[in-house]
């Protein structure tokens, strides 16, 4: 059964037909950097926008808990509805809206792996990987065995959590509600409603991260991130594809 999603923070409508998927994302770690934004923007498709926070492009390293991901009118099933994920993205408009870009998004999941990249444009790829919780503390791992790429570390949570305030960096961050794709040489959306982001300020102990070197973005500490989060996550619903740009 769905539950109930709230409206009012949305920057944009929702489309007015049902949404196809439902999915919850749950312990998550944002560790964040600053990268030139002439770098990035050799990366992302012609006719997506880099979008800039007070002049800066940022992208974010996410190592997360997919949880009982099925299509809206089934159910979620075991072995196959959750499994843990860890993808790179970076922050974009089209047509003044704002979303995400993934640069990759490696799950331990091989239908995710084989449907994800025709159906939704994304550039998912197996891998390995575990997220544990204890208490305030989330650990994670991942290994993407064809290529070798790695990632291993744990997070702190501090302090209270936080809603992003308007203006703010958490806001442009994290309050978005679409991911753009390009499927068939065509620029599409993929909107995504949830409730408002409740965060928390964190640590973060990086001990490999060679996920992230492998798209030689020019970031020099690797194992140390500028913005560091943690959210124990949300519920959402999920639409297929159209298309925005032909």
């Not at 929702?14 to 770690?29: D, F, I």
């Not at 050799?42 to 006719?47: F, L, R």
């Not at 940022?58 to 009982?68: A, E, S, T």
Request: proline share 6%; aromatic share 14%.
């Amino acid at each position: 059964m769905d539950q109930i999603i709230q409206h009012s923070h949305l920057p944009f409508n929702m489309p007015l037909r049902k949404h196809s998927l439902v999915q919850e994302w749950r312990h998550l770690t944002f560790m964040h950097w600053e990268v030139k934004p002439d770098i990035l923007s050799d990366i992302i498709p012609k006719g997506i926008e880099l979008d800039l926070f007070e002049g800066k492009a940022y992208i974010g390293l996410i190592p997360f808990l997919m949880k009982d991901v099925h299509p809206r009118l089934l159910f979620p099933i075991s072995g196959i509805s959750n499994f843990p994920e860890f993808n790179i993205r970076t922050y974009v408009r089209v047509d003044n809206k704002p979303g995400v870009y993934f640069l990759t998004l490696d799950a331990q999941s091989y239908i995710t792996c084989l449907y994800a990249p025709y159906a939704f444009g994304l550039p998912y790829n197996y891998s390995k990987g575990m997220i544990k919780v204890d208490k305030n503390k989330y650990f994670w791992d991942s290994k993407r065995n064809s290529k070798g790429f790695e990632l291993s570390g744990s997070s702190t949570a501090i302090g209270r959590a936080i809603i992003p305030k308007k203006g703010s960096i958490e806001e442009f961050l994290f309050e978005r509600y679409c991911l753009f794709s390009l499927r068939n040489n065509k620029i599409c959306i993929g909107f995504t409603k949830h409730n408002p982001w409740s965060l928390y300020k964190a640590h973060a102990n990086l001990k490999i991260n060679n996920l992230t070197k492998s798209f030689q973005l020019g970031i020099e500490k690797l194992l140390e991130p500028e913005l560091i989060h943690m959210s124990d996550g949300v519920y959402v619903n999920a639409w297929s594809l159209q298309i925005v740009k032909k």
